[in-house]
T-cell receptor, first 116, second 115 residues
Framework: AQKITQTQPGMFVQEKEAVTLDCTYD???????LFWYKQPSSGEMIFLIY??????QNATEGRYSLNFQKARKSANLVISASQLGDSAMYFC?????????????FGDGTTLTVKP | DGGITQSPKYLFRKEGQNVTLSCEQN?????MYWYRQDPGQGLRLIYY???????QKGDIAEGYSVSREKKESFPLTVTSAQKNPTAFYLC??????????????FGPGTRLTVL
């Protein structure tokens, strides 16, 4: 079974609107971290936001927030007030503390296009 | 500035040749990783190293080799045994390999093309 599932290959959003990128995960490890990365067309991977499995509150970093629903194993990224520079590929990733030797597992990504 | 450097940015290889991709970090991170990315796809782990002089195979290690003689350096060799090496290669590092809360820092990548 895939550990990280991103069901939206591509998304479009109007500039200045909010957008939600979906991510579901699968693990039996009680301790894990969830990460979102942005990959612009240049190819570099940029870390955006982190959510720990024991964190009680949803993580926020500027315009990025993570809608963490532990029981549903869901960690959706919300980008508020979209900008043209947000157009990129977005990856959800998970690291398990006790299994898989702490390796990161990445989803297949979602390509976000912001329309002017 | 601290970060990860990869060289070269673009690399062309003839069939049957071995090539080595460089990855250097000055973040003082223990763990380093190599990923392969095919067009429109996610990242797949090739090799990772949690400490100097130690490394483990990832999900797609066949046809690749690595070394970790220094903390700062984790070069990847793409051997002739790798049948379809054309891809984008990303190197990453993190503070602790087995920690679930350390994000990974990535280099700018090397785009390898087999001619």
């Amino acid at each position: 079974a895939q550990k990280i599932t991103q069901t939206q290959p591509g998304m479009f959003v109007q500039e200045k609107e909010a957008v939600t990128l979906d991510c579901t995960y699968d693990t039996s490890d009680p301790s894990y971290g969830l990460f979102w990365y942005k990959q612009p067309s240049s190819g570099e991977m940029i870390f955006l936001i982190y959510q720990g499995s024991y964190d009680q509150q949803n993580a926020t970093e500027g315009r990025y927030s993570l809608n963490f629903q532990k029981a549903r194993k869901s960690a959706n990224l919300v980008i508020s007030a979209s900008q043209l520079g947000d157009s990129a590929m977005y990856f959800c990733a998970m690291r398990e503390a006790n299994t898989n030797a702490g390796k990161s597992t990445f989803g297949d990504g979602t390509t976000l296009t912001v329309k002017p | 500035d601290g970060g990860i450097t990869q060289s070269p940015k673009y690399l062309f290889r003839k069939e049957g040749q071995n090539v080595t991709l460089s990855c250097e970090q000055n973040l003082n991170h223990d763990a380093m990783y190599w990923y392969r990315q095919d067009p429109g796809q996610g990242l797949r782990l090739i090799y990772y190293s949690q400490i100097v002089n130690d490394f483990q195979k990832g999900d797609i290690a066949e046809g690749y080799s690595v070394s970790r003689e220094k903390k700062e350096s984790f070069p990847l060799t793409v051997t002739s045994a790798q049948k379809n090496p054309t891809a984008f290669y990303l190197c990453a590092s993190s503070g602790q390999a087995a920690s679930s809360y350390n994000e990974q820092f990535f280099g700018p990548g090397t785009r390898l093309t087999v001619l």
